[in-house]
């Protein structure tokens, strides 16, 4: 796959890992070469569902900026002071779930020339991680917690899936 990727072809395919960052180390751990990954990968995606809150029963709370940042939000997810954020409850509609339907959550990994070279020069999955952040790739939890600040889904919910 990765041979015809370098040739021009665009293949799409699937490796089972726990995030966009480990499927490099799971790549290599099959036998291929740094440079195939660097010239023949141009994005790794990961994503989950998540549970989507009760449109007729979630509850709302109202928490201030310190509030949501010892919940493990990352400050620079946070462009406001206060957030209205919302609890399941459980209804008839829900089934007395809380939660109805589902929706992605999804972090992105572009293998830029930078990731590239990192992972030429042997860098660790953290170096790896540390560097797509500074590039602004948003990892699994950034993107459910962005899910919760927008009301879609619950801090617990991010929890169950995420961690």
Same mark, same amino acid.
């Given at each position: ?5 370098? !040739?021009?072809?665009? #293949?799409?395919? !699937?490796?089972?890992?726990? &995030? ?12 291929v070469a ?6 023949? #990968? ?26 949501v940042l010892?919940?493990?939000? &990352?400050?620079?997810l946070l ?37 590239? &070279? ?5 860098? /660790?999955? #953290? ?26 889904? /619950? ?9």
């Amino acid at each position: 796959a990765l041979r015809a990727s370098v !040739t021009g072809h665009l #293949v799409l395919s !699937t490796v089972h890992t726990n &995030d966009a960052i480990a499927t490099i180390a799971r790549l290599e751990d099959l036998g291929v070469a740094p440079y195939l990954i660097a010239t023949g #990968v141009m994005a790794i995606i990961n994503q989950r569902l998540i549970r989507k809150l009760c449109g007729y029963c979630k509850v709302k709370k109202v928490f201030n900026k310190n509030e949501v940042l010892e919940l493990g939000v &990352d400050e620079n997810l946070l462009t406001k002071e206060h957030f209205e954020i919302y609890e399941p409850c459980g209804c008839e509609a829900c089934n007395n779930t809380g939660f109805m339907g589902r929706e992605a959550i999804i972090e992105i990994l572009e293998v830029s020339h930078h990731i590239a &070279d990192l992972n030429s020069n042997s860098a /660790s999955s #953290v170096e790896l991680l540390k560097s797509a952040k500074e590039s602004g790739m948003l990892s699994l939890k950034d993107d459910g917690h962005l899910k919760v600040l927008d009301g879609i889904t /619950s801090f617990s919910e991010i929890r169950r899936v995420v961690l």
